[in-house]
């Protein structure tokens, strides 16, 4: 761990490559310096980064905001809040992971116990049925948000034709010294979807597989008054607007990479 590593070494810095090593980032602490977020301690000749004890302490509470949904633009505000200095921070974060913790062993527990009745008898009692859930329900209630990645062979194009032709809205673009687009974001209400650059045999873009291998799909108001949108803004569509049994109308329509988009809106 870093914050230990630097006990027994004091002043001890991490070039870029290090940080993301030990910490499992990769691109993200390049992004940051860029946008004033995470700046280093220093850097040597030919620009390399230097990072600090407390650099690593700052992208800790990065992190962590970003966890809580916090976006980009406002994480900076917020870091500098007297409640989001490092104690009181760490403070919050331990209570709500031992929070946590009690749930899931509380959830084995019960779960242990509904496996020996189930080899007992052919269905648990509704009880504990109803209280299994409501557990569940209970860890569930602590999760925020996700970002879902997904991978283009050219992120400004794709970012463009998603906020034209799909009405997303346009999140930050972030290129490299030499203009290199390493990320883009854009956004669907309060949910970020990252767009990354295809590259190497782990990051294909679809048009480059030739398959279709996952989907993204978005919640909108009025499906039909999208789908409409769309079609007048080029779209390639793959399926029509349906009502589907299990509650939803929809359609499905591909961007030029071959990424697969789903628009849905509740049915009644």
């Not at 760490?90 to 009745?117: D, F, K, P, W």
Request: overall charge negative; hydrophobic content about 40%.
């Amino acid at each position: 761990m870093i914050g230990h590593d630097h006990q027994q070494q004091p002043g001890r810095t991490w070039k870029v490559g290090a940080l993301a090593k030990a910490t499992g980032l990769t691109v993200r602490t390049h992004h940051y310096d860029e946008i004033g977020l995470l700046q280093p301690s220093a850097r040597l000749a030919g620009g390399h980064r230097l990072y600090d004890a407390a650099d690593a302490a700052r992208l800790y509470q990065i992190i962590r905001l970003r966890q809580l949904g916090f976006p980009l633009s406002q994480v900076a505000k917020v870091l500098a809040e007297p409640e989001w200095q490092l104690a009181p921070a760490i403070q919050r974060h331990l209570a709500e992971t031992r929070r946590r913790a009690a749930l899931t062993s509380s959830l084995c527990a019960r779960l242990a116990a509904m496996a020996s009745e189930l080899a007992q008898q052919e269905h648990p009692s509704p009880q504990e049925l109803f209280s299994t859930v409501e557990e569940m329900i209970s860890m569930d209630g602590s999760v925020h948000g996700t970002t879902g990645f997904l991978m283009y062979d050219d992120v400004d194009a794709a970012h463009d034709y998603i906020v034209r032709v799909f009405g997303l809205a346009p999140g930050q673009i972030l290129k490299s010294d030499d203009g290199f687009t390493e990320y883009g974001e854009v956004r669907a209400g309060e949910q970020v979807i990252g767009l990354h650059p295809a590259g190497g045999k782990s990051y294909r873009s679809p048009r480059s597989v030739d398959a279709v291998t996952g989907t993204t799909v978005i919640s909108v108001d009025d499906v039909d008054a999208h789908y409409a949108r769309t079609v007048a803004a080029g779209a390639n569509i793959v399926c029509e607007p349906l009502d589907r049994p299990y509650g939803i109308r929809e359609y499905g329509a591909s961007d030029p990479e071959g990424q697969i988009w789903w628009f849905a809106s509740p049915l009644g």
